[in-house]
């Protein structure tokens, strides 16, 4: 007979600290996490069964029992007829975790991590209503994006221009980029992208990139109501078409503006764009079949249309050599960067955009889960504080889309409302 201790793979290191974090035990996670001589972060272990690590584990911890709900009436922290219901033991529990998350926070737990029910940490705090801890987790993940921006963007110096306190900065840079690098290994990263593409989960699956390079060279798909790549990942979907519209409207609110469209696609914003009667309409479009496809249609022939066949980072620069000036522009490419992005914002903008012109993007940014979005929602407001702009949000409910995504790779939104962006020049 088999010896039941050689049947049963159990880390009790890692339940222990698992533990530690569930009970909210204070010193004894920090005693845990500190002394730990192990290659994994004690702060991010997981459990076998669950996944779940020690963030996921504090958190969830906060859930009432069956018994407390049926007496509350409501989840922990759940507002009901718009007073909280705590008893004084919930409120406990809540303040200890809230020091428990910050402890493990500040150890290196990683903020977006997996468990086996494909939740966050965030995603737990939100089905539980803990409004406080949701935050937390939303403010880590602005900071380790931020962070992995700031490094995208770093430039590595000879050693010859460096004194110490460089070497020492970048050492710092090169220490922080390979603990985020674990940190993209262990949990899905948003695939920063203003355009219709979504969180890479990790599904055990070798599923090709979405990179630009791929995209501008594959054979695309043009259909009734979507727009799909040789990958079918969707470029652009019917159902977006409400939100163009609004877009369109608050970008041109009367006749006889100029407007410049970066990503025409299926042609939706460009279609309510032509409704609003533009003096001048100029498109950008990168890929070939798609310009192939708005010559077909005609719409080379369109009143004020200009087509720009080619990338935006080498359109916009001759655009602005001739002079060239809009009241309103308009940013929806696909399987581009974040950094792209903010490289538009930041470099380009500023250089073709009327004083008082607006311009907007399709915010798709991590649309795939709702702490995703509210991350980039505050790192993209800071990059743009930063770059001299003001931001305008608006809330759009989005229909149910279950039936949207039959024949598409990945569903690239799952969450209730769009951020409807509007962006103008700091007063």
Not at 288 to 305: I, T
Request: contains cysteine.
């Amino acid at each position: 007979m088999a010896d039941p201790a050689t049947e049963i793979d159990v880390d009790l290191e890692v339940q222990e600290v698992l533990l530690a974090a569930s009970q909210h035990d204070i010193p004894k996670l920090r005693r845990l996490l500190r002394s730990n001589d192990a290659a994994t972060n004690p702060a991010n272990v997981k459990d076998p069964e669950t996944g779940a690590s020690p963030l996921h584990a504090a958190i969830a911890a906060c859930e009432p029992e069956e018994e407390e709900l049926k007496t509350n009436g409501a989840p922990n922290g759940v507002q009901s007829n718009g007073e909280e219901e705590h008893t004084s033991e919930q409120q406990a529990t809540l303040k200890s975790a809230v020091q428990t998350v910050k402890l493990l926070l500040q150890e290196g737990a990683i903020w977006n991590d997996l468990d086996l029910n494909d939740e966050t940490p965030g995603c737990i705090a939100k089905r539980l209503g803990l409004d406080e801890l949701y935050e937390m987790v939303v403010d880590a993940g602005v900071r380790a994006e931020l962070l992995l921006n700031r490094l995208d963007g770093y430039e590595e110096l000879s050693d010859e221009e460096m004194g110490d306190d460089e070497e020492q900065e970048q050492q710092e840079s090169a220490d922080a980029s390979a603990s985020n690098t674990a940190e993209e290994e262990s949990a899905p990263q948003l695939v920063e992208s203003t355009t219709a593409a979504t969180d890479t989960a990790q599904s055990g699956e070798a599923e090709p990139n979405v990179t630009s390079s791929r995209y501008l060279s594959s054979d695309l798909s043009f259909q009734q109501d979507r727009l799909l790549d040789q990958d079918q990942n969707g470029v652009m979907m019917a159902w977006e078409s409400d939100i163009m519209a609004k877009s369109a409207k608050k970008l041109l609110p009367t006749p006889g503006l100029r407007v410049l469209n970066v990503g025409h696609g299926m042609g939706i914003v460009d279609g309510f764009f032509q409704e609003q009667s533009p003096a001048s309409h100029h498109i950008i479009e990168a890929h070939p079949d798609v310009v192939a496809e708005m010559k077909r249609k005609g719409w080379h022939e369109k009143p004020g249309v200009h087509i720009h066949e080619g990338r935006w980072q080498d359109i916009l620069p001759e655009l602005m050599t001739q002079g060239e000036m809009f009241d309103a522009i308009y940013y929806d490419t696909f399987a581009e960067s974040y950094a792209d992005f903010r490289d538009f914002f930041t470099e380009q903008v500023i250089g073709i955009l009327e004083q008082e012109g607006k311009w907007g993007f399709f915010n798709g940014m991590g649309a795939d889960r709702q702490i995703s979005y509210d991350v980039y929602q505050k790192v993209v407001e800071m990059d743009l504080f930063e770059a001299g702009f003001d931001i305008e949000w608006e809330e759009i409910a989005v229909p149910k889309l279950e039936g949207e995504w039959n024949g598409v790779r990945r569903p690239y939104w799952s969450i209730d409302k769009y951020r409807l962006p509007l962006c103008k020049y700091m007063d």
